[in-house]
């Protein structure tokens, strides 16, 4: 398998550390896309969205859209599983997910934001207080839900899934926009929790061959 990516793509980020967590061997493709290499018609074909990452599975096709390669491992590769056994607990486990990559992620997206500039003409200040703001706002819920679950290390329970593979690299991009953390003691102790285990070290942006 090949994942198309870019080592900043929080949505890349996702997929990296669903296939570290399953052990599973894969190569890397690059897209840098401050320079627009997303945009280019080889890669277009493969995704005519323009966005990263993408999964390139021999004998398969590839497949876009991050939580949708998430599911797809789970369903079909082996390794650690990325969802509980019950349908409550998955259900949860998707309720958490989506806060992050359906609600907060793509209003604070690249090219969400780089609208905002070119073609709204926004400072980039206010951009940054936009963007703030949306995470704020939706790591406030998530950390309202983390409250509800039953004790355990990570979202749920004592091993690591999907709701984690998205909610660290949200925490990245709050970082970067210098939104507040220190309100969600939950969510900064299963980052820790993360931070612990060689799947999400080896995935983190600083550790890609992309890395600027």
């Known amino acids: ?10 949505a890349a980020w996702r997929v ?9 061997a894969h190569e890397h493709g690059f897209r840098h896309l401050r320079r627009g290499e997303q945009a280019m018609p080889d890669y277009l074909a493969k995704n005519p969205q323009g966005l990263v ?26 390794g650690a599983k990325l969802l509980p056994a019950d349908p409550w607990g998955r259900a949860r486990v998707r309720a958490l997910a989506g806060i992050i990559a359906c609600d907060i992620h793509p209003i604070q997206n690249l090219r969400v934001l780089q609208y905002l500039k070119r073609a709204m003409g926004q400072e980039q ?12 706002r939706g790591l406030t819920a998530f950390e309202t839900r983390l409250a509800e679950a039953e004790a355990g290390a990570f979202c749920h329970g004592d091993a690591p899934g ?13 970082r970067r926009f210098g939104a507040d953390l220190a309100p969600f003691p939950r969510i900064l102790r299963v980052e820790a929790a993360c931070a ?9 942006p600083e550790a890609q061959p992309d890395a600027e």
Not at 53 to 71: K, R
């Open 1 to 10: 398998m090949t994942l198309q990516g870019y080592f900043r793509s929080s």
């Open 125 to 136: 200040a206010a951009i940054d207080a936009f963007a703030r703001h949306w995470i704020t």
């Open 16 to 24: 990296r550390i669903a296939l570290n967590l399953k052990g599973l």
């Open 162 to 174: 999907l709701a984690d593979a998205c909610l660290v690299p949200q925490l990245g991009n709050a």
């Open 53 to 78: 990452p993408v999964l390139e599975v021999p004998g398969q096709g590839v497949l876009a859209q991050s939580l949708a390669i998430l599911e797809w491992l789970e369903e079909t590769q082996p």
């Open 196 to 204: 612990a285990l060689p799947a999400f070290a080896k995935a983190a």
